[in-house]
């Protein structure tokens, strides 16, 4: 029978994913598990597996189209058959897609082919996982050797359902998913615990900003707090706080700061956000002071290779993405989503990006991706009501610009006469192995041209 | 240090609480001429004569009350059971009066009686003779309950029951009774309400009592030549119980087993389960807690399936095992 290859459910509210690749055609043989295409949601890309072994046919959609999940986008086709010639749109028979069979790319294939010889099924419970669209092989049978019965398939189905949007995972797992703001949803079903349940480890090795476990330097010889003294709290190193310090420590240890400061005149810059936000049309985005900074940055790093850019031993890299990571404060300590090819993007893609990142980083809501990949760091404690500051490298990347508030301030003009100007300082601390001062100023005064005359490269 | 087994050691704790102080008295069944049913208390008789080791006749309710009476009334009296289910007989003593007295009386009267109990399983003495029912009484306000699980522990935990205001329930294992181990001459205390940790281990908090410790210690020398390292916890008070070290353990392991020999439903192990469920433990927990505790029957007369009914150290090397590596 024609197995039916739907648009897989990958997150509770995803409703839609664009096929970004097919990776078999029309005829090609696959075995159970071969990954078949590779869809995208947000910026999740993941894999769609063959449901069982045959030959891929009916192939319903190409390359960039998008398509709301359970949808049939092809068939495994078994030799001699033909794929339905039903309307493409219908969606598959199930009401409710169970959770997909999806790899990662880095999360290893359940081992399913050491039981599978011994799989067996009754005839009844075979029709009834057909129709129901549950893989018969993951259950586990009760009756006689083993059998998976029709009442096994169907108390598998009503746990299936049961734990729709549900997260299995312990509470070790959770913990530390917080800590570290992992999003556990991706990991949901294949876990290494019973059932698929997420432990622990599961949750660590998925950590994005995995940094090799170092231990911190004791600030000071003596590890207690200071006798005499009443102790009010003790927070304990460890999560996210944890990798701070880390990362810190090594930032300011290894690599050799240099400062650079330009206070830049915003006037320019400012007049045509206010105009674009007087103009724009009813739904789309305010454009913020942080989007137009990340544009002007993404563009004077375009002409400043060297500033965006990795040290290592042997080698600096310099990296043609442009991936700006924002640095977002939490109540318990700090993240650094990053606006992805930030140079290729318009000022309200930016802004509507920055303001979603900022909302799920918020709700602990940020995906792996969401976080990975950055060759830039922006710091903005202009909110907080700081004029100027400097900031700490994120590592590996070579350079971080510290962001300072808008302030008025008088300067003279050419006839010594004084004008009201409305400023930000800009500080740049930058890796002094990876470059020298004249780069860095380079960039910086890119920086400033380009905040003068933002209308230029926003053509 | 000199080795003595679990019942010289417990006859050392009487004698020597005997000698320093005459209110201290033993009373039950077969204690004197016979030495008791497993020889605890040969040789007392002759030592400190038939006023201060009595002989009863079969009669645990009695037993149990002239405990109480003689208590409230200024003695340190020692009763025991000689097989601690036949408690049943004395549970309207033990529950109904003892536990209560202090309290109804607006704490003008003191209990301070202990009551031996020899419990547990493996001589073939079959349903009636091989109970564990401590969690009865875990479940009684007013009573403490001790169960040591080594030689040192049985002398210095039963003086220290006998130096206690209130009434205590003091389970020994019969199988327990032939074990070695060190135990100093001199008279100490261990304080009831103090959990010891008895081996360190990083991979699992294993919490036992009374003869699952020893089991639990053999099954991780075995696990150690695996590499999984058991962390074993013996609360020897099961009331008042000392919660901290076993929080600290599972917060440190992640992964909890709880060991006993008595049945399972209704176990102490649920209450255990309970305490690290709620505590700040919560949150490290790495799997489900889990009981390996005595099968849901009457203890079998069959040897074999004697052995089978309570938790032995292949049974907790696989359940260790198993959690360890995530496949619970």
Redesign the interface.
Known sequence: MAKEIIMPKFGFTQEESEILEWLKQDGDKVDKGDPIAVVSTDKISMEVEAPEAGIIGGIRYKVGDIVPVTRIIAYVLQPGEKAPETDAAAPASQAEAPAAPVVEEKAAQPAAAASSSAFSISPVAQRLADDLNIDASQISGTGRDGQVTKKDVEDFAAALKAGVGKINATPAARRIAQEKGVNLQPLNGSGSGPSGRIQAADVSSARVSAPAAQPIMAAAPGMGAIPGLTVLKEIPLVGMRRTIAQNMQRSMQQAPHMFLQVDVEMDAAEGLRKLANQNKVADAPKISVTALIVKAVAWALKQNPIINSQYTDEKIIEYADINIGIATALDNGLIVPVIHNADSKDLLEISLELGDLAQRARSNKLQPDDLAGGTFTISNLGMFGIDRFTAIINPPQSAILAVGKMNKVFVPDENDQPVLQRQVAFTLSADHRVMDGSQAAKFLTDLKDSLLNLGEILK | MRELSYMEALREAMRQAMQKDDRVFLIGEDIGIYGGAFGVSAGLLDEFGPKRIIDTPISEAGIAGACIGAAVTGMRPIGEMQFSDFVVIAMEQLVMQGAKMRFMFGGKAEVPFVMRLAGGSGTGAAAQHSESLENWFVHVPGLKVVMPSSPYDAKGLLLAAIEDNNPIMFFEHKALYKTKGPVPEKMYTIPLGQSHVVREGKDLTVVATSIMVSRALEAAEQLSKEGIELEIIDPRTLKPLDEKPIIESVIKT?KALIVHEAVKTGGFGGELTAVIMESEA??????PVKRLAGLDTPIPYNRNLEYHAVPQVENIVEEARKLVK???
């Open positions: 992640g919560f949150g490290y927990l790495d799997a995530g496949q619970y």
